[in-house]
């Protein structure tokens, strides 16, 4: 089966599908859900400010997928760094 991609990228169906695939491979029922992490200092603290934020509420974090990053303007200046981060996790039983 081929999947479209746009500009050498995956699509973000495709992307839901390697998360799919990679956990698939232990037993279990997984969540994606997609945050948004900001920061002032830049795009990783803004993608790792979701990440550790989210794993105070959530337990069994599995997999972060970087979907988008982009920049708040105000007066034509950045004030802030914007990750929307994909984020698996394993319910509990």
Not at 10 to 36: D, L, N, P
Not at 46 to 72: P, W, Y
């Amino acid at each position: 089966m081929e999947s479209s991609r746009c500009g050498g990228r995956a699509s973000r169906s495709e992307g839901a599908r390697v998360m799919a695939k990679a956990k698939s491979s232990t037993s279990g029922v997984y969540r994606v859900t997609e945050i948004i992490g900001t920061s002032a200092m830049s795009w990783e603290d803004a993608a790792k400010n979701a990440v550790e934020i989210a794993g105070k509420s959530l337990r069994d974090l599995r997999i972060a997928e970087i979907v988008k990053l982009d920049m708040k303007v105000e007066d034509g200046k950045v004030v802030a760094y914007r990750a929307r981060v994909a984020l698996s996790f394993k319910y509990e039983a």
